[in-house]
């Protein structure tokens, strides 16, 4: 894959200019990596400002779709629900919870981690698979997991990006 060159402006406002040597999209983010990055970093494309160079390289809208969340509804959503249906909803289909592991963390954060991961919906892993949606890593982090949850497919995150999804369902 070539190179692009995009100027972004980032959740804080602050505008910069990305290079990535190894890169990949789909249709809301473009994740790679620059020369110097040891990981790659997530970009959402409605943030990019212009394209500098390697425009005629993205997909666009023949670009795949992004994974999409599955917020776990409130326990007062759920109460509301209940009381106005009698009939048992339907479980999720398996498959349909995302998956999100996390790597290169103190085991007390991480275990902090985890549980923010549980209560806002998403299924732990402890390593990465074909179905895996979100890597989380740490400054510990090893390059297998990173390489395989790539391949994968996967969202590869830090904790700031992580924090941030669960508060506001966005990558920032």
Do not use: H
């Amino acid at each position: 894959m070539t190179t692009i060159k995009f100027s972004y402006r980032d959740a804080k406002g602050d505008l910069s200019e990305r290079e990535l040597i190894q890169w990949s999209e789909n249709s809301v983010y473009i994740q790679g990596r620059s020369a110097s990055d040891s990981f790659p970093k997530t970009f959402r494309k409605d943030r990019i400002i212009e394209v500098l160079f390697g425009a005629e390289l993205l997909l666009n809208d023949a670009a795949p779709t992004a994974p999409r969340l599955q917020q776990k509804p409130r326990p007062s959503a759920l109460a509301a629900l209940e009381a106005t249906s009698s009939t048992p909803q339907p479980k999720a289909p398996p498959g349909g919870v995302n998956q999100i592991l996390f790597t290169g963390f103190a085991a007390a954060y991480r275990t902090e981690l985890e549980q923010k991961a549980v209560d806002f919906g998403l299924k732990v892993m402890t390593t990465p698979g074909k179905t895996l949606t979100f890597l989380c890593y740490g400054d510990n982090a090893g390059p297998t997991k990173v390489v395989k949850a790539q391949e994968a497919g996967a969202f590869i995150i830090d904790a700031e990006q992580f924090l941030n999804l669960i508060t506001t369902g966005e990558m920032p």
